[in-house]
């Protein structure tokens, strides 16, 4: 249910850049069976009623940024507000990074018009005082663009392929500014920072690091 204060699971989200490893780290935690977790709807983007909305964006930004972020608001409220028995959800990016991130590089890139901006901020704020979308626990998979833009080369999604590294510089400065300087947006839980420059093979020993953090309130 929607309603603003439910029961709810100690709620993780998994922030970082295109590319930053969140896959890699959500899967990590699949082994665990009081853990629930909820990778990005991104099957959902590509196919609203046939459309795919983040195929359309990419293709032409300003024509359909509205579109795909209203889209991404209300599935991401979706995963908010999901009922799991599990004790701990972890969810990969949240409606927070949506609004507090790329709403936000849309918006001062001029690719999103101000009364656009203005429709998605009045859904987010309402959510906010209507809905249980409260989370505990930030996980910010810090990188740097070079190594993304790699990464994302190499993985070579469909849609991203005109992706620029200036897109991703602009992107890892925003979430800078949001979850390690803070001095964006509310931040709305203590933040883990993990160093996700690190390679697959040594990435594991940062999240043992933070393993204590997540399964909180789970059997031993
Ligand atoms: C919350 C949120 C996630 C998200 C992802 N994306 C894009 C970035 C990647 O290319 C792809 C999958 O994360 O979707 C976006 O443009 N806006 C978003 N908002």
Redesign the pocket.
């Known amino acids: 249910s929607v309603t603003k204060n439910g029961p709810r699971p100690f709620t993780v989200i998994v922030e970082g850049n295109?590319g930053s490893g969140?896959t890699t780290f959500l899967n990590h935690f699949n082994q665990y069976e009081d853990v629930c977790v909820l990778a990005?709807p991104?099957e959902m983007?590509r196919n609203c009623q046939g459309h795919n909305l983040?195929g359309l964006?990419?293709q032409d930004i300003k024509k359909w940024s509205f579109t795909?972020?209203s889209y991404?608001?209300l599935t991401?409220l979706q995963h908010h507000t999901k009922q799991t028995s599990c004790p701990v959800k972890l969810m990969?990016?949240?409606?927070?990074?949506?609004r507090y991130?790329?709403?936000e590089k849309m918006k001062q890139d001029g690719l999103l018009p101000e009364a656009s901006a203005a429709v998605i901020e009045k859904h987010f704020d309402w959510i906010q005082d209507y809905a249980n979308v409260d989370v505990d626990l930030v996980v910010y998979l810090r990188t740097t663009p070079e190594v993304v833009y790699d990464r994302?080369m190499e993985r070579n999604?469909q849609?991203?392929k005109a992706?620029s590294l200036d897109y991703l510089k602009a992107?890892h400065q925003i979430h800078e500014d949001w979850l390690y300087h803070k001095t964006l947006f509310k931040v709305p839980a203590p933040v883990i920072v993990l160093d996700a420059d690190l390679d697959k093979s040594l990435i594991r020993e940062e999240y043992l690091k933070c393993e204590p953090h997540i399964l909180v309130s789970t059997k031993a």
């Open positions: 295109i969140k990005e991104i983007w983040l964006m990419y795909f972020q991404v608001q991401m990969e990016r949240s409606i927070y990074s949506a991130c790329f709403v994302m999604r849609e991203e992706v992107l």
